[in-house]
């Protein structure tokens, strides 16, 4: 049987990587969607977006037992409930990444 995390179609998202503790990256939410941080090793961490909009995000103080690389992905609500019930994260997928000057997906 695949994990949530093979089975999800990557391409309606758009994420932000870190590297390191110190990038601080923008990412743009949509209405319905919700921020998944994914680490290697660790539980999908899923974070309620407040409203829609253009976000800075800065994993130490939102994550900060963070092991880096971290990706922070955009994601529909139903697929971020599932990927915090699929157990840790194996490796990162290919998550297409945010534009770095709007924080939204790329066209």
């Known amino acids: 049987m ?24 923008r990412i743009q939410f949509r209405l319905g969607e919700r ?11 899923v974070c309620d977006i407040l409203a829609p909009g253009v976000y800075t995000v800065d994993i ?16 529909p609500s139903i697929v971020a409930y599932l990927l915090a019930h699929g157990g840790p994260t194996k490796a990162l997928p290919a998550v297409p990444l945010a534009d770095p000057h709007t924080g939204g997906a790329r066209r």
Do not use: K, N, Q
């Open 2 to 25: 695949m994990s949530t995390l093979e089975a999800t179609d990557w391409r309606v998202c758009h994420a932000a990587r870190f590297d390191s503790p110190g990038e601080v990256r």
């Open 35 to 45: 921020l998944v941080i994914l680490a290697v090793g660790e539980v999908p961490v």
């Open 60 to 75: 130490p103080a939102h994550y900060p037992r963070a092991s880096f690389p971290v990706l922070v992905v955009a994601v």
